[in-house]
């Protein structure tokens, strides 16, 4: 048996100082992925740092934005008055994922650095890069129905299993990110990695780097996520969108729109933006805008239906968000 170390930090200088003096390392907080991923394999830490008693749980508005602590509870952020009231898509998102006991457990952090629920990465017997590199990706010709059509590389195929990650970046939001000397704010949009030929890299972060805190600039936008997936709950992405709209006199001034299910990490969809500026709220216009949804999408043997789905799914989350 494999012997683990556990620690409880009592404040953020010590987590981050165990953490570089542990490069094997792995925060947990809620645990709801880390401690599937250590009983099924991919995971294999020998030292564990407690964070959950940081103080990195606060939701906290501000004039021209919204700050969400990294250890802030999913179910907690879903219900916050503020939340809903200024980003309908966040609580969406968040109430789309997993099952109310398993949000009431994970953290906004922990949920944002989740692995990919890829079967062949989550079962030992079968070939996979992004868990044991050199190995392979089964996936290119195996059971893929469920894999991306962007962004994928010959090593990897495996999507990007948040539903979070999805809303915030169609909200523009950042992560800040505290490391055992430095301290950074990182674009959601530049905190994932395609996978090209190290899948197993999963994130911009640094070996023992932490996510403390996330921001999401506010504004007067409509906002909405839909989740497209097998059955009702409990259940990861077929594809989902979240769409956020600033309209003026009916007319769109700027759009964001990002897709779920589809990439190996979350994916803009910037014709789809481009088709809808300057163009007044209409079904017409959403449906121009759907249209350009899968340019770039490259298929594999099984989910090419994903196309469809997409156009369909951007034109009725753009008609929520009107």
Same mark, same amino acid.
């Given at each position: ?14 987590a981050l ?6 490069p ?8 709801t992925?880390?401690?599937?991923l ?8 020998t030292?564990?740092?407690?964070i ?16 969400i ?6 179910a ?8 809903r ?14 099952s109310?006991?398993?949000?009431n ?31 392979g ?20 195929a ?8 999805v #809303? +915030?970046?169609?909200?523009? /939001? ?8 430095? $301290?950074?704010?990182v674009?959601? =949009? !530049? ?29 007067a936008r409509?906002?909405?996520y ?8 409990f ?21 964001r ?17 481009? #088709? +809808?500026?300057?163009?007044? /709220? ?6 121009a805008?759907? $249209?350009?949804?899968?340019?770039g =999408? !490259?298929?594999l ?7 469809e789905?997409?156009?369909r ?10």
């Amino acid at each position: 048996m494999q012997q683990l170390a556990y620690h409880r930090a009592a404040s953020e200088d010590a987590a981050l100082a165990l953490a570089a003096a542990h490069p094997d390392a792995a925060f947990i907080a809620g645990g709801t992925d880390l401690l599937q991923l250590f009983k099924q394999g991919p995971a294999a830490p020998t030292q564990l740092i407690d964070i959950s008693r940081l103080p990195f749980d606060r939701i906290e508005p501000q004039p021209h934005t919204l700050r969400i602590g990294a250890l802030a509870r999913l179910a907690d952020v879903a219900r916050h008055p503020e939340v809903r009231r200024r980003h309908p898509a966040l609580a969406e998102a968040i109430e789309a994922s997993a099952s109310p006991q398993v949000r009431n457990l994970a953290t906004v952090g922990g949920n944002l650095l989740q692995r990919t629920r890829c079967p062949y990465f989550r079962s030992p017997d079968l070939p996979c890069n992004k868990r044991d590199p050199g190995t392979g990706c089964a996936a290119r010709t195996g059971e893929n129905r469920m894999h991306a059509i962007f962004g994928t590389s010959l090593h990897c195929a495996a999507t990007h299993p948040s539903d979070l990650a999805v #809303a +915030l970046l169609a909200l523009d /939001a950042s992560v800040h990110v505290h490391g055992y000397e430095t $301290a950074r704010v990182v674009p959601i =949009a !530049e905190l994932y990695r395609l996978p090209g030929d190290t899948p197993q890299r999963d994130s911009a972060l640094a070996a023992g780097e932490l996510i403390v805190a996330v921001e999401v600039p506010t504004g007067a936008r409509r906002s909405c996520y839909l989740k497209m997936r097998d059955r009702a709950s409990f259940e990861f992405a077929v594809v989902s969108v979240a769409v956020t709209l600033q309209i003026e006199d009916g007319v769109i001034h700027s759009a964001r729109l990002a897709a779920g299910g589809v990439g190996t990490v979350p994916w803009r969809l910037l014709a789809s933006e481009r #088709a +809808l500026a300057g163009n007044r /709220a209409e079904p017409a216009a959403f449906e121009a805008a759907a $249209a350009h949804a899968a340019d770039g =999408a !490259e298929p594999l043997s099984h989910n090419g239906f994903k196309i469809e789905l997409l156009h369909r799914t951007v034109k009725r989350a753009l008609e929520l968000a009107r």
